[in-house]
């Protein structure tokens, strides 16, 4: 009779936990939302020394993979929907049993849509790898609350985040040298056509696993970023018109592809962040904003905007981190990722679509 007591007591309080929860994330994509996978395996693309981590207070400044100072877009969204600590790296021992029940990171730095993007670090987990990993939780959710329950916690009360596709361009089809031959054969709209093909039966693959409730963020313009300014030698007030102009088109293409899914897949909600205009306007209004620069990298070395090597050890850094749009070469300061956390929780339909992550959560 006690044991039977125990075990209803255990269901009615884990059941209660369940439905308690607000906003739990599952997030995908590459080192923009990346909170330390890639600590867990050899590879190239690594945050795992300081001063990256920097203003993390969660870890008492330490570094823990995360590509910027302190909190990547995903941290602030999920903590602001009412998830109550920040979800966790997949590849982390401790990420079992109920942890699994504050949301999941699978996010890879140098991972991108297609397999062969970010082969220059040697090793990263693509999306192909990151929703393999997430059919994994999925089992075990089904363990830890039954399959009827975690079916409801995944489609009611979980938010998939997509952040992914810049890598594509950038560490793929832009790899100079190593690229030529792919751009020869495979002009701009035959590889963009590539990414959202590839990217469709990704997305599908997590409908078919229960997903419901979708943010996929567009890439933002990656023709601006202290790396590529820094290579080809441009003023601050300049950016790379190539990479950007291929952006914009799979932008388009990319929500034009969630308004099909929104028509075509029953009971799921697809939700379009524009990141690239939300940069962009940080970008043009920076000073408005605070900020001293939206153009050197407040933690790197090379090229007068310190944009050619990763943020480590050895580089300098600026003084005021709250002062700079761009923590590193390739990833937005902390201070840069609250505006945009922000207008993506609470924003319109110009900068997110067709509703806010608010209203996603509520539904």
């Not at 209660?16 to 330390?36: P, Y």
């Not at 999306?127 to 059919?135: A, C, G, K, L, P």
């Not at 981190?321 to 201070?335: C, G, I, Q």
């Amino acid at each position: 009779m006690i044991l039977v007591l125990f075990y209803i007591f255990s269901f009615v309080s884990l059941s209660k936990s369940v439905h308690s929860l607000e906003g739990t994330t599952f997030i995908f994509g590459d080192s923009l939302v990346d909170a330390g996978n890639n600590n867990y395996f050899s590879t190239l693309s690594k945050a795992d020394t300081r001063p990256n981590g920097i203003d993390f207070k969660a870890s008492g400044g330490k570094p823990t993979g995360r590509f910027t100072n302190g909190r990547t877009i995903a941290d602030i969204v999920a903590k602001e929907l009412g998830q109550s600590g920040y979800a966790a790296p997949f590849l982390a021992p401790n990420t079992t049993g109920n942890a699994l029940l504050n949301g999941v990171n699978y996010a890879s730095g140098g991972g991108g849509i297609l397999n062969a993007t970010g082969k220059i670090f040697v090793n990263r987990l693509s999306m192909d790898i990151q929703i393999d990993y997430f059919n994994i939780t999925r089992k075990q959710l089904n363990e830890l609350l039954g399959s009827s329950t975690a079916r409801e916690f995944i489609t009611r009360k979980s938010i998939f985040s997509i952040t992914v596709g810049a890598n594509d361009f950038l560490n793929n089809y832009f790899v100079p040298v190593v690229s030529i031959g792919q751009r020869v054969s495979e002009n701009p709209d035959v590889f963009i056509d590539h990414l959202i093909t590839t990217l469709k039966g990704q997305i599908t693959r997590l409908y078919n696993l229960d997903a419901r409730k979708f943010l996929i963020a567009s890439v933002g313009p990656i023709g601006c970023i202290p790396y590529q300014k820094s290579l080809n030698k441009l003023k601050e007030d300049q950016c790379v018109e190539l990479p950007n102009k291929l952006a914009l088109h799979y932008n388009a293409r990319l929500k034009d592809l969630l308004t099909e899914l929104n028509e075509n897949l029953p009971e799921a909600k697809f939700v379009f962040a524009n990141v690239y205009d939300l940069v962009s306007e940080i970008i043009t209004n920076y000073k408005k904003l605070g900020f001293k620069s939206a153009s050197k990298a407040c933690c790197g070395n090379g090229g007068k905007l310190q944009g050619i090597l990763p943020c480590g050890p050895t580089s300098s850094m600026c003084a005021d981190r709250s002062k700079y749009v761009f923590w590193d070469n390739y990833h937005p300061s902390e201070a840069a990722n609250l505006i945009i956390a922000k207008q993506l929780i609470d924003g319109d339909t110009r900068v997110i679509s067709p509703i806010n992550l608010r209203q996603l959560r509520d539904i």
